[in-house]
């Protein structure tokens, strides 16, 4: 055995040579089932991170569930394939060569456009690439050759294709329609984009006269400036106070317009003066009431949000200086009646946090909730059908009712943004005759007029366009390729809350828009999980809501409170393994994760713990190989399958127990895995492996080792081995390095994670094993204390009495050894009576156990353990009574939750009445 394992764990050194030799081996790359071959798969898209982007908790949290269910995916031999890619990120990449541009003192708009997008690229080649080499040596076990850019030639025909089809249905549209525009970003952003915050601000009331009478209606707005652009009064039908007044106008103070009153429900009678301005131009109900009533709409500000020519005489200031100026004014005229301070959520653009302007102008938008000419349901229609019929499912359960209430309201998507970077919209405008051609390729001339002056529209389309359909486009659409029919629908997807409706419902919106009739090759589908499913063209089957990563004080880490954890530190401190090892401890589903660095070092230290048990463990096999006693061709002639410890030969209670400990976490590690429980799956790993097999397991063979047995040497290698593979998607690099090592640096196969994850085989699981062996873990944990209590010298052997039954006599006797050794003992003597009132003592259910020791025992000491002990035993059997006498816990709680309560509440009964005795005896 090449057992040449530094003294020293360090994770620095390892983890960069195995991240780079998975990288240049190619080992996560997969190829594509043939057609019909009956080949599980797994797939998994991996969100793309911004090519902007550099790693942040949430992606360190998001790509070790997502690394932690691949791995474990492809060592049961399922044909994985993680898709990874940067998206292109039409605002962020913009924003962010243009502040470079503006520190060389230059600017776009003097570059022109091709300059400034040839710009872009040279950015992204040098700099786009960095997040993704991050994931590299984080040693994410993606499949590299398939790495995408979402601006790739052929995911942008896929982007062409999809925009082209929709429109030919009639689903994309241009209009006019009140947006969001951000003055700063000069673009048009989603509702998404927005954010809105509670703000003081003031409530301003205008008298505005009625024509050819001395009388005014008075209405209130937040936003004076935008009465410049008021082309209606309205009023409801409904209103007395305002019946005298129907079919009249009113003068629009300032701009002496001539303004129309109109009879409409945006008047609401109980609110104010129950008259309100319209502006169609500048309010998205106003916009609406404007289409009503056929208005004319006036928009009086520019893209900077600076008044415009229809503005009169504030043309040309900024609108919050045009708000002052009017007030002035209407107070000058004596319109204005009063201010009123007013809670009122602004919107702020999410980017630039630039106060957003609901502006009316010209988009292209997605009819979302319209049948497409053809027929058939809308796009959100069969987007809330695919999950109502549980063709996908979502954990937690509760973010589905999230997605269809978003859903069941959700409006049409503007998708053009007024940017450069981006997919450019395929329509051309015909100067001469202003047909607009929406086409694949550009068309060479008018297919109305036949003239050749054709102008591309200047717009992009928003970044969730294209991401939308990655599930699709990654794998090859619009053609149909192999990659499709075997790997689409992916199997899973995970990400944040925060993207639920950006992304994840626009991907099922865009699925299962353009691929239905798909069937993924039956083969493959009936060989992979989940069955049951029919619908095929839904981009998931399963979509993971990550947690979010908070401090250790559970706040949201932010920049402006300074308590960003980079995940590169992190990593640089303690090491990649035990930086995941953290994350995936504390990744319960549906629950925050307060991250603290203490907890990472607790990791550290159990990979430390694992590298030092390995050491020890090669140490003897290097000795016993030298003697010729044993050799690793004993060890690699077991055979390699999935199911328990192959080759195991289970002779004493020790190897029993650890076969059958290791097959039952095999059992509970899956089933925590298959329902995304990453917490409990890797502390069943971390506590198996430090808990039972380095402190316990090591401990209780190490004198057949040195006795030089056979089966103990195969055995403690075995057992390692399976340890290393079972941890193995925990901890990728350190079980790399070790389990190369349990191979003399000739493994079976290129790399860990390229072997058999551990299943459970039941038969070699014994209760009987794991019962007998707590008894002696009970007994030799007890001495210890009762030792420790007794300040008995370590050198010192104490001898011991026991009180047991028969059987566990017989299991003690069979053991006393270990007993002797770990417990420091010499001499163990069976007693009839009960030891309960013997002064150093312990008692159990299935044993007393008294330390002979001379040395007067502390009797008040003694009083206050028992004290303590029978405080603790009576909590807890209050608890298990109240518990057991609650009927709507009775009624609800599994039958093994309440079997192993009643059987839990005799045993404390039995060691309550042993304690009580043992004080009554002290005094
Ligand atoms: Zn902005
Ligand atoms: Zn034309």
């Not at 947006?179 to 989603?190: D, E, G, K, L, M």
């Amino acid at each position: 055995m090449a057992h040449d394992l530094p003294k020293a764990y360090d994770p620095s050194a390892i983890e960069h040579r195995w991240a780079e030799y998975w990288v240049k081996e190619n080992l996560f790359a997969i190829d594509t089932p043939k057609p019909g071959e009956s080949k599980p798969v797994f797939t998994l898209l991996l969100p793309p991170p911004n090519v902007t982007g550099r790693l942040h908790m949430g992606h360190m949290l998001n790509q070790t569930e997502m690394d932690i269910i691949v791995r474990w995916h492809r060592m049961r031999g399922f044909a994985t394939m993680w898709l990874p890619g940067t998206d292109h990120a039409g605002i962020a990449t913009q924003m962010m060569v243009e502040r470079q541009l503006a520190k060389e003192g230059k600017n776009r708009r003097d570059m022109g456009r091709e300059a400034f997008i040839e710009r872009v690229w040279a950015w992204r080649k040098e700099y786009g690439g960095a997040i993704l080499d991050q994931m590299r040596r984080l040693g994410a076990s993606v499949d590299w050759p398939r790495e995408f850019f979402t601006m790739d030639d052929n995911l942008s025909r896929a982007v062409r294709e999809a925009f082209v089809r929709l429109h030919e249905e009639g689903l994309i549209y241009r209009g006019k329609y009140i947006v969001n525009w951000c003055p700063r970003c000069q673009t048009a952003i989603s509702d998404l984009e927005v954010v809105h915050e509670e703000t003081q601000g003031k409530l301003y009331e205008i008298r505005y006269p009625v024509s050819g009478s001395g009388e005014f209606i008075v209405v209130a707005t937040t936003r004076p400036e935008t009465m410049l652009g008021d082309t209606a009064i309205a009023v409801n039908a409904n209103d007395d106070r305002y019946k005298h007044l129907h079919g009249k106008s009113v003068i629009l103070p300032l701009m002496n317009r001539e303004i129309p009153i109109i009879l409409d429900e945006l008047a609401n009678p109980e609110f104010g003066t129950g008259a309100v301005k319209v502006t169609p131009s500048h309010d998205p109900n106003d916009f609406q009431a404007g289409l009503r009533h056929n208005l004319r709409q006036i928009d009086v500000m520019d893209d900077r949000a600076r008044m415009n020519e229809n503005a009169g005489k504030y043309a040309g200031l900024d609108r919050f200086e045009a708000r002052e100026r009017v007030l002035d004014d209407l107070r000058e005229q004596n319109l204005l009646v009063a201010i009123k301070d007013h809670v009122l959520a602004i919107g702020k653009c999410d980017r630039c946090k630039t106060i957003v302007e609901p502006k009316a102008s010209t988009q292209w938008f997605v009819a979302v909730n319209k049948t497409p000419k053809g027929g058939g349901k809308s796009m959100a229609q069969r987007a809330i059908h695919v999950v109502e019929n549980g063709e996908i499912d979502f954990v937690p359960e509760n973010y589905a009712k999230t997605y269809f209430e978003w859903m069941r309201n959700i409006h049409d998507w503007c998708i053009s943004r007024q940017l450069w970077w981006g997919h450019r919209i395929p329509a051309w405008h015909c100067t001469e005759c202003r047909e607009t051609i929406v086409a694949r390729e550009a068309p060479a001339q008018c297919t109305k007029c036949q003239g050749s002056r054709l102008e591309q529209d200047t717009d992009v389309l928003d970044t969730w366009f294209s991401s939308g359909l990655l599930p699709m486009s990654a794998m090859g659409w619009p053609d149909k390729t192999p990659d499709l029919a075997a790997f689409y629908p992916t199997t899973l997807l995970i990400t944040g809350f925060d993207i639920l409706f950006f992304w994840v419902a626009r991907m099922i919106m865009m699925g299962c828009h353009f691929m239905q009739g798909h069937q993924q090759d039956a083969a493959i589908k009936n060989a992979s999980e989940p069955a049951g499913r029919k619908d095929d063209s839904v981009p998931f089957r399963s979509v993971y809501i990550h947690s979010l990563v908070r401090d250790a004080e559970r706040q949201k880490m932010s920049k402006t409170k300074g308590n960003v954890l980079d995940p590169i530190d992190v990593i640089k401190q303690y090491g990649t393994d035990a930086t995941r090892f953290t994350l995936a401890s504390m990744a319960a589903p549906g629950t925050d994760i307060a991250f603290n660095p203490d907890r990472t070092e607790g990791y550290r230290a159990f990979a430390n713990k694992i590298w030092n048990a390995a050491r020890f463990v090669f140490m003897n096999v290097d000795q016993a190989q030298q003697a010729g006693t044993w050799s690793l061709a004993e060890f690699a002639k077991a055979p390699h399958t999935d199911k328990g410890l192959p080759g195991f030969s289970a002779q004493t209670l020790e190897d029993r127990w650890i076969l059958s400990r290791f097959n039952r976490v095999a059992g509970e590690v899956h089933d925590a895995l298959a329902g995304y429980r990453f917490h409990e799956a890797s502390h069943a790993v971390y506590h198996f492996f430090w808990g039972e097999f380095c402190d316990w397991y090591i401990e209780l063979v190490k004198p057949r080792l040195l006795a030089g047995e056979k089966a103990a040497f195969s055995n403690v290698v075995i057992a390692l081995e399976g340890a290393l593979r079972m941890l193995s998607p925990f901890m990728p690099f350190i079980t790399e390095e070790i389990w190369h090592a349990v191979y003399d640096g000739k493994p079976p196969k290129q790399s860990i994670a390229l072997a058999a994850y551990p299943q459970q085989d039941s038969s070699q699981v014994s209760p009987e094993a794991e019962t007998e062996m707590a008894i002696l873990q009970d007994l030799i944990v007890a001495v210890r204390n009762v030792r420790a209590e007794l300040k008995v010298e370590t050198k010192q052997k104490t001898p011991i009495e026991v009180h047991a039954d028969e059987q566990v006599r017989t299991m003690l006797t069979t053991n006393h050894a270990a007993i002797e050794r770990l417990a420091n003992v010499e001499g163990m003597q069976f007693v009839a009576e009960s030891l309960a009132k013997a002064s150093g003592s312990r008692t159990s259910t299935r044993f007393d156990v008294r330390v002979v020791y001379e040395k007067k025992i502390d009797l008040a000491a003694e009083r206050e353990r028992l004290n303590k002990e029978i405080e603790r035993l009576e909590k807890e059997l209050a608890n298990a009574n109240r518990q057991l006498g609650n009927e709507g816990f009775l009624a609800k709680a599994p039958a093994q939750v309440v079997d192993g309560l009643r059987k839990r509440q005799g045993e404390n009964q039995v060691v309550l009445d042993k304690a009580r005795e043992a004080l009554a005896n002290l005094k």
